[in-house]
Nanobody
Framework: QVQLAESGGGLVQAGASLRVSCAVSGRPFSSHVIGWFRQAPGKEREFVAA????????YYADSVKGRFIISRDRAEMTVDLQMNDLKFEDTGVYYC???????????????WGQGTQVTVSS
């Protein structure tokens, strides 16, 4: 059974960079996708980016395309999200989760981590 745990959040100023990491335990299948989502107070959880476990197929939300980079290290069993040129609206709790395909709906994902807080000050 795959379990996920996020780390690396923090408080940064607008324009700065931050890297969050998702530690993957268990035995992910080659067909698995690991996705990053975020949720701001009072808002629904929204898709950020996703990557296939077996190869470098990626999928980004339009709001982060060109600023965020998702990558995975199968040896280290991690999926990282490098966030550059952060904006106030990137603030939220960032979660990673597992799915069977490159979906952007939270309902298609399972095995959610506890989340890590990212706060961007303007």
């Amino acid at each position: 059974q795959v379990q996920l745990a996020e780390s690396g959040g923090g408080l940064v100023q607008a324009g700065a960079s931050l890297r969050v990491s998702c530690a993957v335990s268990g035995r992910p299948f080659s067909s698995h996708v690991i996705g990053w989502f975020r949720q701001a107070p009072g808002k629904e959880r929204e898709f950020v980016a996703a990557i296939r476990w077996s190869r470098d197929s990626t999928y980004y939300a339009d709001s982060v395309k060109g600023r965020f980079i998702i990558s995975r290290d199968r040896a280290e069993m991690t999926v990282d999200l490098q966030m550059n040129d952060l904006k106030f609206e990137d603030t939220g709790v960032y979660y990673c989760a597992r799915a069977g395909g490159l979906y952007d709906s939270p309902s298609r994902y399972a095995a959610w981590g506890q989340g890590t807080q990212v706060t961007v000050s303007s």
